[in-house]
C-alpha cells in the first residue's frame, strides 16, 4: 500500500508570508510543492507592474485567490481621506489585472479622532469603491483587526463589526475576512461567525498562530500549531457555516523571513496538514 497523498487542494499562501522572494520565485516553489493558490500583496508587484504580474501568474496552474491589501480609509483629513479612495481605486483595478476575485480591506484608524468617527469614515470609503468593485467583479473583505490595532490600522476590531458594517452597506460585493490571528480571543466568535454563513459573508479564511510569549505584535507570528489559537476549532465553525474556500496561510515574522524559504514553504505544509 502506497502512502497517502498529501491534500494541498485548499492550501493558499500569501506572497508577504515569503517576503525574500520575487513573484516568480513564490510561484515556481508554490507550483513546485502543488500549492492552490496565492494571494498576492502590492509589495510582490511593483517591480513588474500589475499588467506583467498578471500574465506571470496566469502562466501557472495556481488560483489567484485574493489581492492586498486596500483600505486605510479613515484620516481626520478629507484630502487624505479622498486619496485613499484613490489608491483603493487604484488597487481595484490591479487586482482586476492580476485576475483577482477579491481586495481584502484593512480599513484603517486615527488616534487623532474616535473610533466611531474612523468606522463612519470606512463605512464611506467602502460605499464610494462600489461602484468600481462592481465594475471589475471585485469584491471587497473587511478585515477585522486585533484590538491591539485599533489605534492606527483598524477601527473594525471584531467580527460583529465587520459583519454589522457590511448588512448596512447592504451590497453582496461586500463581506468579511476572518483571520484566526484577529479573532482568537472573541468569545462571540462562533455566534458571530454562524451569522456570517447565514448572510453568505465569508468572502476569506487566513490562518497562523498567537506564539506565547510573543516578541512583537506585527512581525513574531507563528506556524500553526506554535501557538495557543484553537485552529482546528475555528476552522470547524468557519467550514460548517459553509465556507469551503481557500484556507490562506498569511505569516508576518522577522524570524521565519530570515531562514531558508524552501525549508519554511516545507514547515507549513507539514503544519497546514496536520491542523486539517
Keep these: 500500500m502506497g502512502l497517502p497523498l498529501l491534500d494541498t487542494s485548499r492550501l493558499c499562501?500569501?506572497?508577504?508570508?515569503?517576503?525574500?522572494?520575487?513573484?516568480?520565485?513564490?510561484?515556481?516553489?508554490?507550483?513546485?510543492?502543488?500549492i492552490a493558490g496565492i494571494s498576492v500583496w502590492q509589495s510582490a508587484i511593483e517591480e513588474i507592474g500589475a499588467v506583467?504580474?498578471?500574465?506571470?501568474?496566469?502562466?501557472?496552474?495556481i488560483d489567484v485567490v485574493s489581492y492586498v491589501r486596500g483600505g486605510f480609509f479613515a484620516h481626520p483629513d478629507p484630502k487624505k481621506r479622498v486619496q485613499a479612495i484613490r489608491d483603493n481605486r487604484i488597487m481595484l483595478e490591479e487586482a482586476a489585472a492580476l485576475h483577482a476575485p477579491l481586495l481584502v480591506l484593512v480599513c484603517g484608524a486615527h488616534p487623532a479622532q474616535s473610533l466611531s468617527e474612523s468606522r463612519d469614515q470606512i463605512q464611506e470609503g467602502i460605499e464610494a469603491l462600489l461602484p468600481d468593485a462592481q465594475k471589475y467583479g471585485i469584491k471587497l473583505g473587511i478585515e477585522p483587526l486585533h484590538p491591539m490595532y485599533a489605534d492606527s490600522r483598524s477601527a473594525i476590531s471584531t467580527l460583529r463589526q465587520a459583519l454589522d458594517m457590511s448588512l448596512t452597506i447592504e451590497s453582496p460585493m461586500v463581506g468579511v475576512v476572518i483571520d484566526v490571528y484577529h479573532l482568537w480571543w472573541d468569545d462571540q466568535l462562533a455566534f458571530e461567525i454562524k451569522r456570517c454563513g447565514i448572510e453568505n459573508r465569508i468572502f476569506a479564511f487566513h490562518i497562523c498562530d498567537w506564539k506565547s510569549p510573543t516578541?512583537?505584535?506585527?512581525?513574531?507570528?507563528?506556524?500553526?500549531?506554535?501557538?495557543?489559537?484553537?485552529?482546528k476549532r475555528i476552522r470547524n465553525m468557519v467550514e460548517d457555516a459553509g465556507f469551503l474556500g481557500y484556507i490562506e496561510v498569511e505569516i508576518f515574522s522577522n524570524i521565519y523571513w530570515q531562514m531558508d524559504q524552501e525549508e519554511f514553504l516545507q514547515r507549513i505544509i507539514a503544519a497546514y496538514l496536520q491542523q486539517s
Design 13 to 34: 499562501i500569501h506572497t508577504i508570508t515569503h517576503k525574500p522572494w520575487s513573484l516568480e520565485v513564490a510561484l515556481d516553489h508554490f507550483a513546485k510543492n502543488s
Design 52 to 61: 506583467q504580474a498578471g500574465e506571470l501568474l496566469a502562466s501557472y496552474p
Design 215 to 231: 516578541t512583537d505584535i506585527l512581525l513574531d507570528r507563528g506556524l500553526m500549531g506554535e501557538g495557543c489559537i484553537e485552529i
